[in-house]
C-alpha cells in the first residue's frame, strides 16, 4: 500500500511542487542524492573511490518534454563524461532514455544516444542504459540493439533487466548472445499482475535465477571488471538484500567464479555497511550516485522501495 502512494507520488506534479517548498525536503533527499552540481557529485565519488568503492553516475532527469530538454539533457551527459576523465575518478555513467528524447521524440533520442555513446567510447569509458516502466521496455531494447549493431560494442553500453517482469529472462537469454552486460534490479516502478510478479518471493526468486543465469555467462565469457574499474562484468548485481547477496556469493563459489567477475551494486545512501564489507572481501562494489536538480522523482522511489527510507524521512521531518 505504501509503496503504491510513493510511486503514485513521484510522477504527481502538485506532490513535487509542495514536497520541494518545504525547508526540510534536500536536507532529507541528500541522504540519497550527492548534490545539484556535477562538482558536488564528483567530491562524493571521490571519498567513495578512497574507500575501495567504485561508482557510478546518474544526471537525474527523466521524461523530458520537448527536443529541446532532451538535447539538453544530453549535453549534460556528454559533459559528465568529459569531466569524469579530466578529474580521472572511477565512475561511469547511467542513463534513462526518457531523459534525452524517448516518447517525445525517438528520433531524436537515437542521436542523443549515438552522441553520448560516441563520447564514452572516446574517454574509454561505459554508459549503462537504464530500464524504465513498461510502455518502455521494447522500444529501450531496440535503441539498445540500434546502438550495438552501429558498432558500439559491450565495453561502451550495456543494459538492465527488472526481477520482477515475467518477461525478463527471455530477455536477458537473449541479450546475452552478444555478451551484453546487465545491472539486475528488482524494478521501482507499479506495474500490473499480468506483466510484473506481484509478490516479493517471486520477485526474490526471479532475482536468484537472473544473477545464476549471468553468473554462468561471465563464466563462459571470462568476463570480469576492467583494469581501471570503469568497465563492469557481465553480472551487475543491484540490490541491498542480504539474502539475495548471499545467494549469488555461494552460487559464484559453487561454479569457481572469480571475485572479478561479479559487481554489486548499491544506491548512495543505503547500506553503506554492506557496501563496505563486500568491498572488504574483494568483490568489485559500484554504487550509483545520482545528482541534479530533478531529484523529486527519484527520492520517492527511494522512499517507495524499502520501510526504512520512510522512517528516515518521518524521523527527520520530525526534528
Known amino acids: 500500500m505504501l509503496r503504491s502512494i510513493f510511486i503514485y507520488l513521484s510522477k504527481a506534479e502538485w506532490a513535487k511542487n509542495i514536497f520541494m517548498n518545504w525547508p526540510i525536503a534536500w536536507r532529507v533527499a541528500s541522504r540519497f542524492v550527492a548534490g545539484t552540481t556535477i562538482e558536488e557529485a564528483i567530491g562524493i565519488i571521490r571519498q567513495l573511490n578512497a574507500a575501495g568503492i567504485n561508482t557510478t553516475l546518474d544526471q537525474l532527469g527523466e521524461h523530458t518534454s520537448s527536443v529541446e530538454e532532451a538535447n539538453a539533457a544530453a549535453n549534460g551527459i ?103 552486460k546487465f545491472r539486475l534490479v528488482k524494478g521501482a516502478y507499479k506495474e500490473p499482475a499480468n506483466l510484473a510478479y506481484p509478490k516479493k518471493i517471486d520477485v526474490d526468486s526471479n532475482f536468484d535465477n537472473l544473477a545464476s543465469i549471468l553468473m554462468d555467462s561471465a563464466k563462459l565469457h571470462e568476463s570480469r571488471l576492467s583494469e581501471n574499474g570503469l568497465v563492469p562484468p557481465i553480472p551487475a548485481l543491484a540490490t541491498h538484500d542480504d539474502k539475495r547477496v548471499e545467494f549469488a556469493k555461494n552460487y559464484a563459489a559453487k561454479i569457481s567464479l572469480n571475485k572479478k567477475q561479479v559487481e554489486f551494486q548499491m544506491l548512495y545512501g543505503i547500506r553503506r555497511d554492506l557496501q563496505n564489507s563486500l568491498a572488504e572481501e574483494g568483490y568489485p562494489v559500484r554504487v550509483y550516485v545520482p545528482f541534479g536538480t530533478h531529484w523529486y522523482p527519484y527520492f520517492m522511489r527511494r522512499l517507495a522501495e524499502r520501510p526504512a527510507n520512510i522512517w528516515f524521512f518521518v524521523s527527520n521531518f520530525f526534528r
Open 78 to 180: 556528454v559533459a559528465t563524461l568529459n569531466e569524469i576523465e579530466k578529474q580521472g575518478v572511477i565512475a561511469n555513467v547511467s542513463i534513462k532514455l526518457t531523459q534525452i528524447g524517448m516518447g517525445t521524440d525517438n528520433e531524436a533520442c537515437k542521436k542523443n544516444l549515438k552522441r553520448i555513446l560516441e563520447t564514452a567510447k572516446k574517454t574509454n569509458n561505459f554508459v549503462r542504459i537504464d530500464i524504465e516502466d513498461t510502455p518502455y521496455t521494447d522500444l529501450t531494447i531496440e535503441l539498445y540493439d540500434d546502438m550495438r549493431q552501429a558498432g558500439f560494442g559491450d565495453e561502451t553500453v550495456g543494459m538492465a533487466v527488472q526481477s520482477y517482469l515475467y518477461r525478463a529472462e527471455a530477455d536477458v537469454r537473449k541479450a546475452l548472445e552478444s555478451k551484453t
